[in-house]
């Protein structure tokens, strides 16, 4: 097991006790139908798919709702916020 699997093990086993919190998150990249954010509390980047464009740069909020580490998934949605970090 590498230390980057390692590290995205522990992190999602972390936030499965923080389903239903909201996180402020940047967007990195645009990947086509999604983008790289970064949790920026926790400074924990992975692929997401919005269900609408977002720009990178832009900040937007997003509520965990589910987190599985065995599996390693985790899906976050949208909780509003659309802030450009370029203003």
């Known amino acids: 097991i590498t230390s980057a699997a390692t590290r995205d093990y522990w992190m999602i086993r972390w936030l499965e006790g923080q389903i239903g919190e909201v ?3 940047v967007v990195l990249e645009d990947q086509g139908n999604r983008v790289r954010i970064e ?12 269900q ?5 740069g832009e900040r937007i909020q997003l509520q965990l709702v589910e987190a599985d580490a ?3 998934r985790v899906r976050l949605h949208w909780a509003g916020g659309r802030r450009s970090s370029r203003s």
């Open 52 to 56: 609408q464009k977002q720009r990178v």
């Open 23 to 25: 996180f402020e998150a």
């Open 39 to 50: 949790l920026l509390e926790l400074g924990y980047r992975r692929p997401w798919k919005p």
């Open 70 to 72: 065995r599996a390693g």
